[in-house]
């Protein structure tokens, strides 16, 4: 058995951020009108009524761009439904896992997050549920990783999931559609954005950072990248950090985060 272990960091509350009601707030009537087409949703309609209207033609598009099209719609026309699990379970043909679950909602609520897993065992998809969540709510995600290489492959995959208006590039070398919502970088590149004079602008409505291969932190060379990225970030961003290998100085990352955040962490753990 593996455990797979998040740390979940308080910010925050998200809804001061991205003006959002919590779950437990959401009212039972969800529509202020009825859309045309939409006559069999009422006032009255619950968000399992209405995910029962849209679940078929989100499970035909899921893995398309257009899925982020037609959830940015819904999200447009029944505010409120982005923070209903049950919305991102429609988007893969498998069951999420617990930690899965709880990575989303923990961003979710405002909290920051750090996933260790084995490799292959699920841990990006709580990134790509990150990205669906910021994109239709018309927000930005920075996704870095240590490697050009492997920068260049997530912004291929990322084009084919999410469309590739949606996805830029930046590698140091290369920039290609800079400024799109989802943008792909080395960790060096996000750290110099941070201290860039013009940081403001750059890092602007951008609701979360994913460090992929966060176990870089340990690199005797390279480490104090990501140690300075977390420092550093601005607190209305939340964090998410991916590691498939243990990270050996998860004392000082969390010491470090709490310095950041000035609130205590809190963990839970689960198996599979």
């Known amino acids: 058995m593996f ?3 998040l740390f979940l960091l308080n910010l925050i509350n998200l ?3 991205i003006n959002i009601a ?3 707030l959401l009212p039972s009537g969800l529509l202020s009108q009825n859309y045309p087409g939409n006559d069999d949703l009422t006032t ?3 968000l399992d009524e209405i995910l029962e209207r849209y679940k078929s033609e989100i499970i035909e598009k899921r893995g398309t761009a257009e899925v982020v099209d037609r959830l940015e719609n819904l999200v447009g026309r029944f505010p409120g439904i982005e923070v209903d699990i049950n919305l991102y379970k429609l988007l893969y043909p498998f069951p999420l896992d617990e930690f899965q679950e709880n990575g989303i909602k923990s961003l979710i609520q405002g909290n920051n997050v750090i996933v260790s897993t084995p490799t292959g065992s699920g841990k990006t998809l709580v990134g790509e549920l990150a990205i669906y969540f910021a994109l239709m709510l018309g927000l930005r995600v920075a996704y870095t990783t240590p490697l050009k290489a492997l920068s260049n492959q997530k912004f ?3 084009k084919n999931r999410y469309g590739g208006d949606r996805v830029a590039l930046l590698t140091g070398d290369i920039a290609i559609n800079r400024g799109a919502p989802i943008t792909v970088m080395t960790t060096e590149v996000f750290r110099n954005m941070i201290y860039d ?3 403001q602008n750059q890092l602007s409505n951008l609701f979360a950072v994913i460090f992929d291969e966060f176990h870089y932190m340990n690199d005797p060379d390279r480490g104090t990248v990501w140690e300075e990225s977390v420092i550093s970030c601005p607190k209305h961003v939340r964090i998410l950090a991916l590691s498939g290998a243990y990270i050996y100085s998860f004392d000082m990352l969390l010491s470090l985060i709490q310095h950041n955040i000035h609130l205590q962490p809190r963990w ?3 198996a599979i």
């Open 268 to 270: 839970e753990t689960s």
């Open 22 to 24: 919590p779950c437990s």
């Open 44 to 46: 009255d309609s619950t």
């Open 197 to 199: 004079s013009d940081s």
């Open 15 to 17: 809804s001061a951020f």
């Open 3 to 5: 455990n797979i272990v």
């Open 156 to 158: 291929a995959d990322f």
